[in-house]
């Protein structure tokens, strides 16, 4: 693995965040498609095909595609944008959050070289940083991790950022601690992290207790990354709240639907 390019950062907002990188000349920024949120004058965009650090080019068309696969198995596209300062001086891209939550900066020099997180968490990182899938041999991981199922793994010496939903908080686990988390609140970990599933108990409690029927068991050393309000619960809440058939919009304690009710009524419905 390469040296990442050194890049410098600013986190603007609170709950709907930005971050904004700055790139000396001909150094490189990668991300998502579609995370660009504006850029100056002087940076140049490029679609890269691959896993955006840079090295599958050694291995020619196939080394490529293979980088390009492993992002596919992660649900993300088969293609990264690539964004170069070309200009003079100093010069800013920016890259905004999908949804409400925090901008993580991750210095993967500091957490051994590797992170795994959540498929989806990732927004930017500088170029060199490699962003493939990481799997788990365990089949309970695979069938009932949930959001957890299959996992993005950062690598690499430079600075990445991923997003997430709510507030964050980062946990330190000492040697052998182990800390459960619903699988859906689970961010990233660093890779000394041990990642299990692990149920919940008897049948009453998973199916009555709101909580379902699986933890994902995180045993220390390393850094653990948990979001209070994960993206799937949010879509869940949401669409729960949609307007019901024929257009009576429901509010929490139904008293719209009544009128309407009795709206009907009048009109001959």
Request: charged share 20%; hydrophobic share 40%.
């Amino acid at each position: 693995m390469g040296y990442a390019h050194q890049i410098d950062y600013k986190i603007y907002g609170d709950d709907m965040q930005f971050v904004e990188i700055e790139l000396d000349p001909q150094e490189s920024v990668i991300a998502e498609a579609g995370a660009m949120m504006m850029m100056s004058q002087g940076i140049q965009m490029q679609t890269i095909f691959g896993d955006g650090s840079g090295q599958d080019n050694q291995g020619g068309f196939m080394g490529k595609l293979f980088g390009a696969g492993k992002r596919i198995l992660t649900g993300e596209s088969l293609f990264m944008t690539m964004f170069t300062n070309m200009g003079y001086g100093k010069q800013q891209v920016s890259f905004a959050a999908p949804y409400p939550g925090k901008i993580i900066p991750l210095d993967l020099a500091q957490y051994g070289g590797r992170v795994i997180c959540q498929r989806d968490a990732f927004l930017c990182a500088a170029k060199g940083v490699s962003v493939s899938i990481d799997f788990r041999k365990k089949l309970g991981v695979g069938f009932f991790g949930g959001e957890g199922f299959i996992m993005q793994r950062l690598e690499g010496d430079g600075l990445a950022f991923a997003h997430a939903g709510g507030t964050i908080i980062k946990k330190e686990l000492m040697p052998g601690e182990t800390l459960r988390v619903d699988t859906g609140c689970l961010v990233a970990m660093t890779g000394s992290v041990h990642y299990d599933i692990q149920y919940v108990g008897n049948v009453k409690t998973a199916f009555f207790g709101g909580e379902g029927l699986f933890f994902a068991t995180l045993t220390g050393p390393g850094s653990v990354w948990i979001q209070s309000l994960p993206f799937s619960r949010l879509a869940d809440r949401i669409f729960h709240a949609m307007p019901h058939t024929g257009g009576v919009r429901k509010d929490e304690g139904g008293v719209l639907d009544v009128l309407g009710g009795i709206g009907n009524l009048f009109d001959g419905d």
